[in-house]
């Protein structure tokens, strides 16, 4: 049984940066493509970035476009959310997915695989 683990969430002020790891349990994923959504209090979980298998290919929200960016290292057998000048609206729970398809992971549903969620909390 496959596990996405996520680290990296926590507080930050404004302006700031943070980091998101996630790590598959179990199995290898690196032929999935891999990505993240978040869900803010209230609203629906949203799409945010993701990668294709070979890291070739990537997709961003517009919302976080110039911001984030996503990579992975098939090596380490991880993905990783780099998060820029971060916005109070950029509060939510992130999550770590994999779909063995990438225009399928991109749609948000019915993937294959789903982490817990770390929080990730902008302050002013």
């Known amino acids: 049984q496959v596990q996405l683990v996520e680290s990296g969430g926590g507080l930050v002020q404004a302006g700031g940066s943070l980091r998101l790891s996630c790590a598959p349990s179990?199995?290898?994923?690196?032929?999935?493509?891999m990505g993240w959504f978040r869900q803010a209090p209230g609203k629906e979980r949203e799409f945010i970035a993701a990668?294709?298998?070979?890291?070739?290919?990537?997709h961003y929200a517009d919302s976080v476009r110039g911001r984030f960016t996503i990579s992975r290292d098939n090596a380490r057998n991880t993905v990783d959310l780099q998060m820029n000048s971060l916005k109070l609206e950029d509060t939510a729970v992130y999550y770590c997915?994999?779909?063995?398809?990438?225009?399928?992971?991109?749609?948000?549903?019915?993937?294959?695989?789903w982490g817990q969620g770390t929080q990730v909390t902008v302050s002013s």
């Open positions: 997915a994999a779909d063995s398809r990438l225009s399928v992971l991109v749609r948000g549903r019915g993937l294959d695989y």
């Open positions: 179990g199995r290898t994923l690196k032929n999935y493509a």
């Open positions: 990668v294709s298998w070979s890291g070739g290919s990537t």
